[in-house]
């Protein structure tokens, strides 16, 4: 328990330093207003993700970090603690309507995509913006004139800071284990060069100039990683807002600021929102193969490999006798009476059968060994690496002895067995005909034997 609460004692820490040096950092560049930004303000998308990933145990964080950057802002206390109240309840009603919702904070599917900038958009930052300005206004802080224009760009400043860092950090927490990190320093360097001779080398202030150039590249990306893609447009994005902050670059242009303001974003959107989309498409594309696949080579009840992967799984087990002069077993296994539990119980009963009677028999197979259903009730075990006749015999016999121990189900007790037909490779046969044909014919001698045996080719 001790660890425990020491762990989140460091994430509020981090989360209060974090809060803290980003909203210093977003006051310096983006020219501050009291405590609002004219661009973007980053600790909102910070803690947005935070909340997010951790839940409410990372709140008092958000509300302390908020805090002391509002007092040392010149904030008097009364007003710092408010602003710092709606900022944490912000991030409250972002974890509940996440939850109420059912997005994914991994943001695998569209549909989460478009409910996180949907939330940003015409909830969290409404309020934010609606709550923290009204307490400033009572408190003398904002007077009536100024409300509208300040109310606009605490909501523009917060719903940038988030748009560009919540998605970004969650991509990157969730898909930690799936990247290489020399990748994330190649991908930085080769953007932050790329924006440097855009807009600084070539000196091109044509927005539609440099979406042609850099849009394709961050796309391109999306299609393979994800991660990285997103970190690519997070680096246009900062390496843009640092060279307006400097007065350089494409966004310094002889125009009002609202037009540069207006024309930095299209171009930081622009790459946040079409590297989500269409990187989670893919994802989405890729998911849904790779859940057809499962579904044409795996059996839906029991999540055993099914007859699609049989040649597969024999041909293997060839190739491991050829190579390592090893013997391995092909067992055809038949359940008996199996028929009668569907018709006097149902099939319901039935499937729980097959179920219970996997779990069972998973027990007694390794890692190197394969276990398939092919068929109603027919399954098939290769055991690989066999040792012995004797060995092979008596964990033939065990199975037999679990199997047909009575099964509890739904308040109905089951009794049933296996019938087993043993191939041997190399001994009967090199091939998957062969080896079937030998297997499946003393399966059939099993039976006409009694059944709950096994019989060796």
């Known amino acids: 328990m001790k660890d425990f609460n020491l762990n989140n004692s460091i994430k509020t820490i981090l989360m209060i330093i974090i809060y803290y040096i980003t909203g210093k950092i977003s006051f310096y560049v983006f020219s501050q207003d009291m405590v609002i930004t004219m661009a973007a303000f980053l600790p909102e998308g910070f803690a947005l993700a935070a909340a997010l990933i951790y839940g409410r145990k990372i709140l008092p964080g958000i509300f302390i970090g908020q805090l002391l950057l509002a007092l040392d802002s010149g904030l008097l206390p009364s007003a710092s603690i408010g602003i710092s109240i709606v900022n944490t309840l912000e991030a409250y009603i972002a974890i509940r309507l996440f939850n109420y919702f059912r997005l994914d904070r991994e943001l695998t599917s569209t549909i989460d995509i478009f409910g996180l900038v949907g939330l940003i958009l015409f909830i969290l930052q409404p309020f934010s913006a609606l709550f923290g300005n009204s307490i400033l206004f009572f408190l003398g802080n904002v007077t009536i004139e100024t409300f509208t224009h300040t109310l606009f760009f605490w909501w523009f400043g917060n719903v940038m800071g988030q748009l560009l860092f919540t998605p970004l950090l969650l991509i990157l927490y969730f898909n930690r284990q799936r990247v ?40 391109l990306l999306s299609t393979t990683n994800l991660s990285y893609a997103s970190v690519a447009s997070v680096v246009i994005a900062s390496i843009s807002l640092y060279f307006t902050h400097l007065g350089l670059g494409a966004f310094t242009k002889e125009a009002s600021q609202i037009d540069n303001i207006i024309d930095l974003n299209f171009f930081m959107l622009s790459h946040i929102f079409l590297v989500l989309l269409i990187g989670v498409l893919f994802k989405e594309k890729e998911n849904a193969i790779n859940a057809l696949e499962s579904m044409a080579h795996y059996d839906y009840l029991t999540g055993l490999p099914n007859r699609h992967l049989l040649r597969e799984e024999i041909h293997h087990t060839v190739f491991l006798a050829h190579n390592n002069q090893q013997r391995s077993a092909i067992c055809f296994m038949d359940l008996d009476g199996f028929k009668e539990v569907n018709d006097i119980f149902g099939h319901p009963i039935g499937d729980g ?97 009694g059944k709950n045996q096994f019989i060796h080719a």
């Open 180 to 219: 290489q990190l020399m990748m994330y320093v190649y991908i930085i360097i080769l953007f932050i060069l790329l924006n440097y001779l855009l807009q600084i080398t070539f000196a091109i202030d044509n927005v539609s100039i440099l979406l042609m150039v850099t849009l394709p590249a961050t796309l």
């Open 353 to 449: 059968v097959l179920k219970k009677v996997v779990k069972r028999v998973k027990v007694f197979t390794q890692s190197e060994d394969a276990f398939l259903r092919i068929g109603g009730d027919e399954f098939l075990i290769i055991f690989n690496h066999i040792k012995s006749k004797e060995e092979l015999n008596t964990k033939l016999t065990k199975i037999l002895s679990t199997i047909s121990k009575t099964m509890h189900i739904e308040g109905r007790e089951i009794n049933i067995s296996f019938s087993v037909g043993v191939a041997c490779c190399p001994e009967h046969g090199t091939t998957v005909e062969e080896l079937m044909n030998a297997s499946d014919n003393a399966m059939y001698e099993a039976k006409k034997k």
